[in-house]
């Protein structure tokens, strides 16, 4: 913990911006005092840094490196300052100065290097981990430029280049001394020397990848780990000095740039994954930029090679990294001399993996002849790795050649990142329960049968410090005034909240609490989107990327179909409603994009009508992130997890809106499934299609969509107007949304589960009529949502995967 008071911060903020800027406190602007805010809180924070590597380096203990190529922090600030518990004496000290902490904080630009729950999911598990103590460290890309900023311009979605460090990154250190050398093409020379055979890269591209770490301060225990992430430069005598003395100063330029490019942009996750070439120079780059500097850290300390996976614990956050796997090997039989299997059982011990997704189309395959090319050393030992898996495939399935050919890592002129990043580590885990079962029984049953040990669940979890300590304060005193502050650090205590909710006083406050956020979000809404919203309406939200399987076209049938009867009806006694809708798509995902004009044009068409206006309103948030995200859950009422079932890996926006009280309508997908465990079915409402009933569909067929649109009028009606010109008088500027509905037999079940999704929000309004009944669901799903603090998921990665002890006690 921070000891300071409130006179000797505000002196030490006094002289940290004198320090930094050289003139007056009364002269500075505000983007001046932040930047003195976050070198001062930088100053708390490295004393603790240094302690705590100096313990990590003495001790002996397990050290955990989490590798992601996608971190999805938002801003850091605030976040610091609750963790180090230094948050109120900040806000008094800096009120006498007359800043408004809150305004220096809104100038924060967001970290977006990630494009949704696989970064932030990332993100809260750096914040889990430091707060239990855990030595866990990130290991990731520092893209200059991060996840796209959306813009909308006439209804539709512009990408704006996100040049996030344009103001400096006052979290950030460089490391140039911690530089490591990636290599990049070239050959590989194989000699024969004293009865061994040697592998030695030659004319290679070397890349220099500098490290860059940031502070992961963890709550009030004084441990502050690291994200690292590596930035790419060009080896400076590579470049310029040799160019420069022939003259050839902008091919020095290009050079420079081409190497730059490694760590310039951050993939956005498209529908279909394309093989790009500079997608796997990233994977390779950081992933051997991180190994080969946690072996020379653990060598430094006196670590014996052969004792790696005692010592060290990597995990990889999807296959992006999975080159880890051969990477590890590299150094381990290349040079450290190691034998083959000594390092084989090294680097499995010490991997291992998260599926995040079973859309096919998404799983990374990559071309031979680019990957060998690139990597030449690298696809060798793939290659044995490969050789020695499939002599061991042919002992156990003998003659059953399509099955090894299909388990094969390479195959089909391709190598598959799932299959070496589950042969080459111990776990294999999904993200919720249903996914697990569905990756053992379905899309991963051949590598089950073959691994049977390996595969295990762990239900994703979100940081409960940043959504609900930080996000929602409000909320948060009445916890601490009614249950005490125990679940701060025990969040399964949120369930002593139980036993208030007969209280009707508590319920008032509760009801209260909600509504001062829906008014904060309707006047963030007033600002930016220009549209008035009625904060005593149900605030019905569905934020997330803009996707065919998450199903926003639901949603927006419904409200077609909601419009089409309130017009029909208008004495219609209905809840008014605000829908919300926020999300990007991904740039070169046309329907998705597609889906964003239409949920625009239905919002114009809508609010721009006064016969319903004072019963429905329709809103898109632009550029949802982070922070957004954090204003817009505790103003929500009803949160939108209509996915079709099977398709949603996890979900863990889900669990931010519960842990905020919102109640959730949701199909039985993902770790919805779960959530209703927790809640009971009365705090919840479930619709749609089971997992056995999609899977039996995609099995044996007989679904057919037009025989619903056909006979459905409420369902005709609406995709009719998909192509009608009502909501836009470009008629077909929504055909292709209308094509696969009806045309190409609605492969996300739409229509199907249309009908019961509208009953479920019928039932909605039912239960928000009764106020007492509604404000009681609230307070039980906040009740019930402890078990979703990432701190429990850390626990189980901790205890289950990576072998790591858990101590609570601070330093
Ligand atoms: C795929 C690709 C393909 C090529 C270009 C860039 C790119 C970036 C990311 C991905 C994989 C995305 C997988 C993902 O985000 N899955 C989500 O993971 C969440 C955390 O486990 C989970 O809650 C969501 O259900 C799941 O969709």
New binding site residues.
């Given amino acids: 913990m921070v000891s300071v008071d409130k006179k000797s911060f505000k002196l030490a903020y006094i002289n940290k911006f004198l320090e930094l800027h050289g003139i007056d406190l009364k002269e500075g602007n505000n983007q001046q005092k932040y930047e003195a805010l976050a070198g001062l809180i930088r100053d708390y924070v490295s004393r603790m840094w240094l302690k705590t590597n100096k313990k990590n380096n003495k001790s002996g203990q397990k050290q955990v490196y989490y590798f992601s190529?996608?971190f999805l922090m938002g801003r850091l600030l605030g976040d610091a300052l609750l963790n180090l518990g230094i948050r109120d004496i900040c806000k008094e000290a800096l009120s006498e100065l007359n800043i408004p902490l809150e305004e220096l904080e809104n100038l924060e630009h967001d970290q977006g290097l990630g494009?949704?729950?696989?970064?932030?999911?990332a993100a809260c598990f750096l914040d889990s981990m430091a707060s239990l103590n855990i030595p866990g460290n990130g290991c990731g890309i520092r893209y200059k430029y991060g996840f796209f900023e959306q813009k909308i311009v006439d209804g539709k979605q512009v990408e704006v280049s996100d040049d996030w460090l344009k103001e400096g990154n006052a979290w950030e250190m460089r490391k140039a001394n911690k530089s490591e050398i990636v290599k990049f093409g070239g050959e590989v020379k194989v000699d024969y020397i004293n009865n061994n055979l040697t592998f030695t890269h030659v004319n290679y591209e070397p890349v220099l990848a500098i490290p860059y770490d940031t502070p992961i301060v963890g709550y009030d225990n004084d441990v502050v780990n690291t994200l690292r992430l590596w930035s790419a430069e060009a080896v400076s005598n590579e470049f310029d000095f040799s160019s420069f003395s022939r003259g050839d100063f902008l091919k020095a330029i290009e050079y420079k740039n081409s190497i730059e490019s490694i760590s310039q942009v951050?993939?956005?996750?498209?529908s279909?994954?394309?093989g790009?070439i500079l997608?796997l120079k990233q994977q390779y780059f950081f992933v051997s930029a991180g190994i080969q500097s946690i072996i020379r850290h653990f060598k430094k300390y006196g670590g014996n090679i052969e004792e790696l996976d005692e010592k060290i614990a990597i995990h990889i956050n999807?296959t992006?990294p999975t080159l880890a796997i051969p990477e590890i090997m590299r150094i381990l039989v290349d040079e450290e001399g190691l034998d083959w299997n000594v390092a084989w059982r090294i680097t499995t011990n010490t991997v291992s993996y998260?599926n995040?997704?079973i859309?096919a189309e998404?799983l990374?395959k990559w071309p031979i002849d680019m990957f060998k090319s690139l990597l030449p050393r690298i696809y060798m030992i793939v290659e044995e790795i490969n050789k020695r898996y499939c002599e061991e495939l042919w002992n156990r399935f003998q003659g059953q050649w399509q099955k090894i050919s299909d388990m094969s890592i390479i195959a089909d002129g391709q190598v598959k990142m799932a299959h070496l990043a589950i042969v080459g580590s111990h776990s294999v885990n999904g993200?919720?329960k249903l996914?697990t079962e569905i990756l053992k029984k379905k899309e991963m049953s051949n590598f089950y049968y073959l691994y049977p040990n390996k595969f295990n669940n762990k239900t994703?979890g979100i940081t409960h410090r940043r959504w609900l300590l930080k996000s929602n304060p409000k909320l948060t005193n009445l916890l601490k005034d009614t249950i005490g502050d125990s679940f701060i650090k025990h969040p399964t205590d949120l369930n002593n909240f139980q036993k208030y909710l007969s209280d009707d006083s508590v319920l008032e406050k509760l009801s209260r609490i909600k509504l001062e956020n829906k008014k904060r979000l309707a006047s963030t809404i007033l600002k930016n989107q220009k549209i008035e919203v009625d904060p005593y309406s149900i605030f019905d939200v569905q934020v997330k990327?803009i996707h065919a399987y998450k199903r926003q076209i639901l949603n927006c049938l419904r409200i077609m179909d909601l419009y089409n009867s309130l017009i029909d009806n208008p004495d219609k006694d209905i809840e008014s409603r605000t829908f919300i809708f926020a999300g990007k798509a991904?740039p070169g995902y046309y329907l998705a994009k597609n889906t964003i004009e239409l949920i625009n044009s239905i919002a114009k068409t809508i609010n721009n009508d006064s016969r319903v206006n004072n019963k429905i309103k329709v809103v898109f948030m632009e550029n949802y992130n982070v922070s957004l995200a954090e204003q817009i859950i505790p103003g929500t009422d009803l949160s939108e997890q209509i996915?079709t079932t099977t398709?949603?890996?996890?979900?863990?926006?889900n669990m931010k809106f519960m842990m905020n009280g919102a109640v959730t309508i949701a199909t039985l997908d993902?770790?919805n499934i779960e959530i209703k465990d927790e809640v009971t079915d009365e705090n919840i409402v479930i619709f749609g299609l089971t997992a056995d009933e999609v899977l039996s569909y995609y099995r044996s067929g007989g679904y057919n969509s037009s025989e619903i649109y056909n006979s459905d009028i409420r369902v005709k009606r609406v995709v009719d107007d998909l192509v009608s010109g009502r909501y836009n008088p470009d008629k077909d500027r929504f055909r292709s949304i209308y094509e696969n509905l009806v045309n190409y037999n609605d492969e996300f079940f739409v229509l199907k589960d249309f009908d019961s999704y509208v009953k479920a929000q019928n039932k909605i309004d039912m239960l928000y009529k009764d106020e007492r009944r509604w404000q009681k669901m609230c307070g039980q799903n906040i009740a019930h949502s402890g078990i979703f603090s990432s701190d429990r998921t850390i626990e189980q990665y901790a205890t289950g995967i990576w072998g790591s002890e858990v101590i609570y006690k601070n330093l």
């Fill in positions: 190529m996608e494009n949704g729950g696989l970064g932030r999911l951050l993939y956005p996750e498209d279909f994954y394309k790009k997608r999807d992006h998260t995040h997704t859309l998404a990374e993200v919720a996914h994703n990327r991904a996915s398709k949603e890996a996890s979900g863990t926006s993902g770790a």
